[in-house]
């Protein structure tokens, strides 16, 4: 029987990666179902609007049981600040019967679970994102003592839902891993206990390990921290330490 284990549903804007970092690594007995949220761009606006389609698109969980719903986007579950990631977790309960989740609720328990309170971060978001990002880790305990977007990416403009122009790099699912490590290579990590790299776009799974043994501290990503909190959440303990130190827990 497909799910005896435990039955998780995602929602996630446009792109696979989320859906492919559970399906890969999901251990025996876990069913993954998913759903897209309409995404109009990466500007605040944009990611506010998610927010606000997460009751509607949460209720087609309803048709089949799920142990969890989890909403797969790291800056779409914290834009608006301190608790607002505790304010879609609601939504999406209050619609689809099962638990809820956020990948910023996430990435906060992996904090929490490795006594972590420091960290670089790595990102593809516009400035403006990342300081709303840096605002939401430090409100909730974590200092983050260098935040950057990756450079030498293209870049793009893409209309927001106003009458601007928002500059951004290419879709994150379009970047190279091995791009990833050598920005996160280059990113200066003084006083940095850890390294996050944020948004569940970017394809992070299969480089957690080497980045850990290659910079000697802790990774955490998006959709390795959003997998690990699913499951635990779930009460399936499986550790993948492929998936870094983490996973280990």
Known sequence: MSGWRARIGIISPVGETAERAFNMYAPEGVAINSTKIWFPGPSEEGLIHLGEQLESTASIF???RHDLVFFACTTGSLIKGLGYDQECIKKIESTSGARGLTTSTA???AFSKMGISTTAVITPYPESVNQAEKRFLEDNGIQVTNIQSLSGSPIKEVPNMSSGIVRIHKDAQDIEPSELYRAAKELERNGAESLFISCAGLNTMDII??????????VITSNQAGLWSSL???SVGTKIPRLGRLFTL
């Open 107 to 109: 990435v906060l328990e």
């Open 62 to 64: 309803t048709k089949h």
């Open 209 to 218: 390990e080497i980045m850990e043994q290659d910079f000697g501290i802790p």
């Open 232 to 234: 635990r959440h779930c």
